[in-house]
């Protein structure tokens, strides 16, 4: 098949579009940040409460202070604009499905379904490049695609123990898949190669927390117990005359023609198991004031690194992958008065500020061994939303706006960011035990 060690390796000579922006090109594509719109309203990594008070909708240990079950479905929508180039990309997506249930206000169970990272990235040349050829011109451009995305399926449980101190754990199930097509278009018909990534993974999170006066702690702990690992198969290169982007043979009117080879007629695909892609572990640390029972101030830290070797085999097309990220946050919410009857004392406010470094390396061909950056990636943002609790049980709808930049240091220009969030959690007593008559 055709080579392309040349695609990117000069920028200048580069089309670049990445929906999610650069950072999405890097390793295993851009990492959820938030989980709920609560969470997101502060910037939080997730640690400290944002849904209700005393309450976050990512740390199991705090579960334990709702009264009833909740069923949480929150969508977000991100868009990405590259500064330099001014172009705009974006994408929306479900970005959580949630069940908790707690029980007799000193246990907890829940599970939660959500995307872990996504990626999509397009590379082509900026101009075909015309060669004579059999005596007739014929046009060339190289072009690089890749989409797709890992999945999370979280199960906890805590508990509450004394004092103040609670415990939790969440054992998360990760899977997905990606589809890659390396091309050369020739007087534009694509001669494509394809390979496709079948993901999966276990991570584990332990959670405590500890109330010492009036001041609250959260800690959380993070590893791997089988680092994310996926099935590459390499499919046979074909024709794809029709365009489609698909090895087939169905004939298509606007482009017409049939691919070739046929399908039938091509070797079994090839198939290998690609391991320590991915091999997270994190600790965070999180801490609140409450003022006047209803306004919390909170300030977080998190430290994630990734301890894989990153198999230079994974198809990708930068050969940078983020070995570690630092996220600190601030925030401030205005909790709703629950002994009021005034519409206005029904709405929760949140505001915060974030601010992250992510240091990457990336793998050097000549002495086959991966080097450190040394410029990181930093961004900064703010984030303001409300909620709006309806119905004794606690029915709730939040929102949220994210506005944010990410600045990377001699390879991009600055990217700006802005994020808005919906989300809608239904409450519903369970467990209950009913009385006699």
Do not use: C
């Amino acid at each position: 098949m055709f080579p392309l060690k040349k695609l990117i390796q000069i920028l200048l000579f580069i089309s670049l579009s990445i929906a999610q922006g650069p950072v999405n090109s890097f390793g295993i594509g851009n990492h959820q940040r938030w989980s709920s719109p609560s969470q997101g309203g502060i910037g939080s990594v997730g640690l400290v409460p944002s849904f209700q008070n005393n309450v976050s909708l990512s740390n199991p240990v705090t579960w334990s202070s709702l009264k009833f079950t909740h069923l949480s479905v929150s969508y977000n929508g991100l868009e990405s604009k590259i500064v330099k180039n001014n172009a705009n990309n974006g994408f929306s997506n479900l970005q959580s499905v949630q069940l908790i249930i707690p029980v007799k206000q000193k246990y907890a169970f829940g599970i939660e379904l959500h995307p872990y990272s996504y990626q999509e990235i397009i590379l082509s040349d900026t101009a075909y490049n015309d060669i004579i050829a059999f005596e007739d011109t014929v046009s060339i451009q190289n072009k690089y695609d890749q989409a797709g995305g890992i999945m999370a399926l979280d199960l906890s449980l805590s508990s509450s123990l004394f004092n103040g101190n609670n415990i939790g754990f969440t054992m998360q199930l990760l899977f997905g898949s990606s589809r890659q097509n390396k091309s050369l278009l020739l007087n534009q018909i694509p001669y494509t190669q394809s390979s496709r990534l079948n993901y999966s993974g276990i991570n584990s999170t332990l959670y405590i927390s500890q109330k010492v006066n009036l001041i609250n702690f959260y800690l959380n702990s993070s590893f791997s117990i089988n680092p994310l690992e996926a099935i590459y198969t390499k499919l046979y290169p074909f024709d794809d005359t029709n365009k489609n982007g698909y090895h087939d043979f169905t004939y298509n009117y606007l482009n017409p023609g049939y691919d070739f080879p046929h399908p039938n007629d091509v070797p079994e695909p090839n198939e290998s198991r690609i391991t320590d892609i991915y091999d997270k572990s994190s600790i965070g640390m999180g801490i609140t004031r409450k003022i006047l029972n209803r306004i919390q101030l909170s300030a977080e830290l998190e430290k994630n690194t990734d301890n894989s070797s990153f198999d230079i085999r994974l198809p990708n097309s930068f050969n940078y992958r983020i070995k570690s990220n630092d996220n600190y946050s601030f925030g401030i919410i205005w909790f709703p008065d629950d002994l009021s009857f005034r519409f206005i004392d029904n709405f929760t406010f949140r505001s915060g500020f974030l601010y992250s470094t992510y240091s990457f390396d990336e793998y050097e061909n000549l002495n086959q061994s991966r080097i450190d950056n040394k410029n990181d990636i930093t961004q900064f943002g703010y984030t303001i939303g409300f909620g709006y609790k309806f119905k004794a049980v606690g029915n709730q709808i939040d929102f949220t706006y994210y506005s944010g930049s990410r600045d990377y240091p001699n390879i991009y220009n600055d990217e700006t960011l802005r994020e808005f969030q919906i989300g809608l959690s239904i409450a519903d007593i369970w467990f209950i035990k009913r009385r006699q008559r």
